[in-house]
């Protein structure tokens, strides 16, 4: 739960960070007297760090608690020999992973759609828009390198990633969990279990 609140405030910082930045490379082409003072940007772009890293770690929080634990010993070499094993539906004969498999396959059913899609489609939407308003506001971009919104244009293909790459690999994961674990199920019920080479 440690690390939970941790990756949530790097999150937090990370997220404020960004926004400082939007808004200053926003008021580049402004003159000085109408731009937002430093002092202010700096006190709104840390309520968004707080509220964004409070809100992403009460969510995370929320699903780590619906999670089963994964068994004592399991690495990360675990969870990827796991991932093979959930991607072939064969296990292995080893009962660290063939058991890490389960319980990372019952996990990820376990996950509400809110948490395992919606809200992050929600938070890249937003990423999205702002990057892409940024953008089209500023177009024709006056002569130079230093004028073209490069963190915009940046944020703009990295959220356009995500929108079109988190939803078909979410449900392939789902899908995939599913039909091991219906593997698992039929092959319990004819008595046969589904094992890997030796």
Known sequence: MRALWIGSGLFGIAMGLVFFVMFSVMEAGTPPDQRIPTV??????????????????????????????????????????????????????????????????????????????????????????????????????PEGILAVPWINLFGFAFFLFLLTATPPLTARERKAALAFLNTLDEAGRTGSGPEGDR
């Open 40 to 141: 202010w940007k700096a006190v709104l772009c840390t309520a968004l760090a707080l509220a964004g890293g409070t809100a992403f770690g009460l969510l995370m929080q929320r699903a780590v608690q619906r999670m089963s634990p994964l068994p004592r010993g399991a690495t990360m070499a675990t969870r990827r020999a796991a991932a093979q094993v959930i991607r072939r539906r064969r296990l292995t004969g080893d009962p660290l992973v063939d058991e890490t498999a389960r319980i990372v396959a019952r996990n990820s059913l376990r996950r509400s759609p809110w948490s395992a899609l919606y809200s992050p489609m929600i938070v890249f939407l937003i990423g999205f828009t702002a990057n892409a308003w940024s953008v089209l506001e500023r177009f024709p971009w």
